[in-house]
């Protein structure tokens, strides 16, 4: 097994594959092939902190009253909605000290006015007869004085989280118009030594739950479109295969485990299909495999590297990454391989192709001199915009909504998963006390 490493950063096979570093044509193909990544530490149960920065224009501002909740509640409620809504970007928090209201008060809005609100959220947790916690707010438009609704969810101590979660979303909603993504989920992995772990945690990073442990690597986790299964690939057969995994039980099937390498699998949009990057005719090309099994269908028919694909969200366009002009760069193409058209000209490494759910923007990372950096384009009119000054980004997620990104990068000396908004304006870190790597955002739940 072929271990690929930088100096100054630990990378994923993909990356170590395309970025040719001062190797041979040879040399680079060799490890898109096979190669195995470098090693990861994160710790067995990492708890993320977010750390907002950047200001983003217009933001609604809002104010939320710490919930009445009994003695020794073991999340902070209210917080993690407002942790949640100010991450999004578009909403902005208005310091508030009051107490004493709940989902039942009727609050002065002139006073929430005054204090450069547009909306307050007010509510309380309860603790039910049967142990659970009963969780309730209402939401209001202090500006026009109007009572904006508000729910009421009974979960166990354990879904606190989602429950706060699930207010952000319902707050979002009815202050932006578009569906809230903080009740989604996000996919992961990383390593410490022998100990490979895939991730599953809420939105904001935390809660992170372990899907798999392996002694060997684990890479390039993918959720399917109904949020259920993840497909991933891992070395545990000496070699890169495809799994399809079931979060919900469990239970794995091997789906790929050709002659040479299997990776960067991607789902279609209708969940049937999986297509991945295969060596059976020697190279890195794309096949498509459909889910319930069968033989493979090769799709690109170059005697280069093709890999990394990602479908539009109408299934119509598949994008993916050759390096059949020289270089590695974005194209795309028909499901079936045919009307290939280059995407991307500046500069000479552009990768991680990621649609966006409406289909207008492509993320992607390019080499801007040493850096690898996060870059958007607008695939109507071309335009780019490179979204960070990090060095070391990899691996870009849009989030079902399409108004956030998620990705993987280096700050200050420690790897970490972050997100950003389209304009590149307001980041949060998902911080954690070890390495995190090739974040994937999953699908929204019905």
């Not at 501002?61 to 942790?83: E, H, K, M, N, S």
């Not at 059976?280 to 799709?299: F, K, N």
């Amino acid at each position: 097994m072929t271990i690929v490493t930088r100096s100054a950063l630990p990378v994923s096979p993909l990356l170590a594959a395309l970025r040719g570093q001062s190797q041979s044509r040879r040399q680079w193909l060799a490890a898109a092939g096979g190669a195995a990544a470098a090693a990861w530490w994160a710790p067995a149960a990492a708890q993320f902190r977010v750390e907002v920065t950047g200001v983003g224009v217009p933001q609604i501002p809002f104010a939320i009253a710490p919930f009445r909740t009994p003695g020794g509640l073991p999340q902070d409620v209210a917080a993690i909605v407002a942790a949640d809504l100010v991450r999004s970007g578009q909403l902005r928090q208005v310091p508030s000290n009051a107490a004493g209201l709940d989902e039942s008060s009727r609050p002065d809005p002139a006073t929430w006015r005054g204090q450069g609100a547009d909306a307050l959220v007010v509510g309380s947790v309860q603790r039910l007869a049967d142990g659970r916690y009963d969780v309730r707010f209402r939401l209001w438009d202090v500006v026009r004085a109007a009572d904006l609704g508000g729910l009421s969810y009974p979960v166990r101590a354990a879904d606190l989280r989602l429950a706060a979660h699930r207010i952000a979303d319902y707050v979002y909603e009815k202050l932006t118009g578009e569906r809230g993504v903080f009740s989604t989920r996000i996919a992961y992995v990383s390593s410490q030594g022998e100990r490979h772990q895939l991730w599953v945690a809420d939105a904001d990073g935390e809660n992170a739950q372990p899907a798999l442990t392996s002694r060997e690597p684990v890479i390039s986790p993918a959720w399917s479109p109904d949020g259920a299964q993840l497909a991933y690939v891992s070395f545990e057969s000496r070699k890169p295969v495809i799994y399809v995994h079931d979060i919900a039980s469990g239970r794995r099937r091997l789906l790929a485990s050709f002659r040479g390498s299997n990776s960067a699998p991607a789902w279609s949009p209708d969940g049937r299909r999986l297509y991945a990057t295969l060596t059976l005719a020697g190279s890195s090309q794309i096949y498509a495999l459909d889910v319930e099994g069968g033989a493979p269908q090769r799709i690109t028919q170059t005697g280069g590297i093709d890999t990394e694909p990602a479908f539009a969200p109408d299934g119509k366009t598949v994008y993916f990454v050759s390096d059949r002009g020289g270089s590695p760069q974005i194209y795309r193409m028909a499901p079936d391989g045919r009307d290939v058209a280059r995407v991307t000209f500046e500069g000479n490494y552009n990768i991680s192709p990621a649609v966006s759910p409406d289909g207008r923007h492509l993320a992607f990372i390019a080499r801007v001199g040493d850096a690898y950096r996060l870059r958007l384009m607008d695939l109507t009119s071309g335009t780019v915009t490179t979204l960070t000054d990090t060095n070391a980004d990899e691996s870009p997620s849009f989030a079902p909504n399409g108004r956030l990104i998620v990705y993987a990068t280096r700050v200050q000396g420690r790897e970490s998963l972050m997100t950003t908004t389209l304009d590149g304006r307001i980041k949060a870190r998902l911080a954690a006390a070890g390495a995190v790597r090739e974040p994937d955002w999953g699908p929204f739940l019905a």
